[in-house]
């Protein structure tokens, strides 16, 4: 980890990181609201810095070349010498203050160098693996930020970033079809009697299709409720975001299944009014919840884990007080109606 100990990123770039999430993820950004401002400060630097390696790989085209400038770009921020763009700035920061191993956004952008190859995945097991890369990283990021290190807390962080990356792929069927990706597992496709050449072809909806993407919310729904536990091993000022993103996501599993399970034609999104119910539904449940018995860390994750395990002790933070939750919830209010004024303007 890198021992310089000042800050590298300026407050323009830390704007800059903000402005990423609040273009690029709605639902992310309405529940990053609730979270304490240098924790969601933390928050806004680590999905920067996701965007835009995700980016870097779909505006090429999926080149190998833009998987290494990466590798390149995070090698750099890890020892300190992030090159001059925001994002990898304030990326050095938080791995410094967050004591992040490298081994974690290396992982994520293991899986991006997964989509560059045009991977498909036979098992739900396989598809896990990659979820776990792409989604169940960041889930584990955001419990270190939060000062949570526990292996329970980060394998149930684990959880909640893979049911939101298979909550993602019900969702996206037609649109990465159209882009020539299939996530689904092929053994499911075959069990169902899908041909993925045909369907690649000339897609329309299928019932049996509607029944695979069915599946897969099931497991999302399994790994939402596990995570759902974790949700309060965390920070009591944190856990009303990250019950909100929980619920926001799972919502767009229920619109899915309102649409029919229907993700070729219609791509389910869930309205602003009720992205506001679940934020303040997340800010009145969050005080009420308990940690369940221990689970297992799921398979596809223990590499995280260990990794955290091996890597670089906790820093010391400062004792703060925990914000009124009414300090968190007026805030959202206001925050989101700039997001739909926002809106609104653009329409």
Known sequence: MPQFSFDLASRSDHRECREAIRRGSKSFYAASCLLPADIRRSAFALYAFCRLSDDAVDLTGGSKEAIARLRDRLARAAQGRPLSFAADRAMADLMRRSAIPAALPEALLEGLAWDTENRSYDTLDELCDYAARVAGTVGVMMALIMGVRSPEALARACDLGLAMQLTNIAR????????????????????????????????????????????????????????????????????????????????????????????????????????????????????????????????????????????????????????????????????????????????
């Open 172 to 347: 996206d069927v037609g649109e990465d079809a159209r882009l020539g990706r299939i996530y689904l597992p092929r053994q499911w496709l075959r069990e169902a009697g899908i041909d993925a050449g045909p369907f690649l072809a000339d897609l329309r909806p299928d019932p049996r299709l509607r029944g695979l993407v069915a599946r897969l919310l099931d497991e999302a729904s399994t790994l939402y409720r596990r995570a759902r536990i974790g949700v309060a091993l965390l920070p009591a000022n944190c856990r009303p975001a990250i019950l909100a993103a929980a619920l926001i996501y799972a919502e767009i599993g229920a619109e899915i299944e309102r649409n029919g399970f229907n993700s070729v034609t219609r791509r389910a999104r869930v309205p602003g009014r009720r992205k506001l119910e679940l934020l303040a539904r997340a800010v009145a449940e969050s005080s009420r919840l308990a940690a369940g018995r221990p689970l297992p860390a799921p398979a596809c994750g223990l590499f995280l884990i260990e990794a955290v395990a091996k890597g670089c002790p906790a820093p010391k933070r400062p004792s703060r007080p925990i914000l009124d939750w009414r300090d968190s919830f007026v805030g959202t209010l206001h925050a989101f109606e700039r997001l739909q004024r926002a809106n609104r303007q653009r329409a």
